[in-house]
């Protein structure tokens, strides 16, 4: 795992900074400009034969469309698996949030100072825990949405099930990379300019997906079975043959 090329990566192409302008324009509008960032990096990482980052297809709104179809499939995937994991976790959130809450706005003493400090280190913890858990078993299913181009396709439980297995150390360090580094990025946007935080977005969505490239690497090298890529990830179709 390369953990440092998956962000210096991003600036190798000669015109990132026109990238990150047109990619940033998308973050604006809701839900479907994070979905065509993605399905424009899925396009890079998956859709083509050469892996230099100094030729990374460059952002093009003709292809808005594409972009669109392509990134829709992962999003759904994420989101329903998303919203699956963490209806059981309310059960927990819910309650110690309120008692927090309660703790803090009441003066209980030195007594309830602790109590309330503790409450708030496990709430944090349990934060952590979730989050970790989540992108272990997020990972691989929008590996697979990407790859595969379906919705249903997309959940298979056997595959699920060796991927983490067999990448499950790595995909816990690469999400504790991703998100040191969306802080780091965000906060030089949040310096540069105010609204650069959105601009960061990209290349932090640069910087998962090619994590994600290296983990599915990471499992088809120690035995994990290959996806089938979906033609639809091609800008030309393949020659039929003769």
Not at 14 to 27: D, F
Not at 58 to 75: A, I, Q, S
Not at 122 to 131: N, Q, S
Request: some cysteine; glycine content about 8%; charged content about 10%.
């Amino acid at each position: 795992m390369n953990y440092a090329a998956s962000v210096s990566d991003y600036f190798k192409s000669p015109k990132w900074m026109m990238n990150t302008l047109l990619g940033g324009v998308c973050v604006f509008i809701p839900v479907i400009g994070a979905i065509v960032i993605k399905g424009w990096l899925i396009s890079g990482f998956w859709g083509r034969d050469d892996e230099r980052p100094e030729t990374f297809p460059d952002f093009d709104f003709n292809k808005f469309g594409k972009y669109l179809e392509r990134g829709l499939w992962p999003f759904l995937v994420s989101l329903v698996s998303s919203l699956v994991m963490t209806m059981p976790a309310c059960v927990i959130i819910v309650p110690l949030t309120m008692i927090f809450t309660l703790l803090g706005s009441q003066d209980h003493g030195s007594v309830g100072g602790c109590a309330a400090a503790f409450l708030f280190v496990v709430l944090m913890v349990f934060y952590l825990l979730l989050f970790v858990g989540m992108m272990v078993v997020l990972t691989p299913l929008t590996v697979r949405a990407s790859l595969i181009q379906d919705f249903a396709q997309s959940f298979n439980f056997a595959f699920l099930k060796r991927f983490v297995a067999l990448t499950w150390k790595e995909t816990v360090i690469a999400s504790l990379f991703l998100f040191a580094a969306s802080l780091l990025l965000g906060t030089i946007g949040l310096i540069l300019l105010c609204i650069g935080v959105y601009f960061a977005t990209v290349p932090i969505y640069f910087c998962w997906i090619h994590l994600h490239k290296q983990l599915y690497r990471l499992y088809l090298s120690r035995g994990g079975e290959a996806v089938p890529i979906s033609p639809k990830l091609h800008d030309i179709a393949p020659a039929s043959p003769a």
